[in-house]
């Protein structure tokens, strides 16, 4: 999986198929795609083949986005099983800036989430850390 890149853009009809044929058109594969609009507003929050293009096409044309860096891990599939891990996460001052469940199996999800301090994030987190996927920026 790559980076994956938050991105914001108007809550319209054609915003999201602009974003993506543009990716497309360069030949970029996007690996995962969710989000969620409200108001004026929507976000995405997606991964692609190629994260180097990826910010160029985004770059290019002028969306706001961030990167953050992104861990993924297990957590229990029942009701609180994720308020526990975003309350610890807020509690140490650490900013999700996306979030994504990525699987299943068992009586664990996996999460891949990014954040704005992955350091703190795994000191505070006493969750298994599965893999790591932090771009080299």
Known sequence: MGQPFVIQLENRPGELAHVTRALAMRGINIQSIAGS?????MCAMLTTDDDEMTREVLHSMGIPFVEGDTLCVEVEDRPGGIAELTEKLSAASVNITGILVVGRRNSLIQIAFTVD???RAREVL???VIHALASAR
Not at 37 to 41: E, L, V, Y
Request: glycine share 28%; hydrophobic share 25%; proline share 9%.
């Open 126 to 128: 006493g969750l298994p």
């Open 117 to 119: 301090d992955e350091a």
């Open 37 to 41: 609009g409200a108001g004026t507003r």
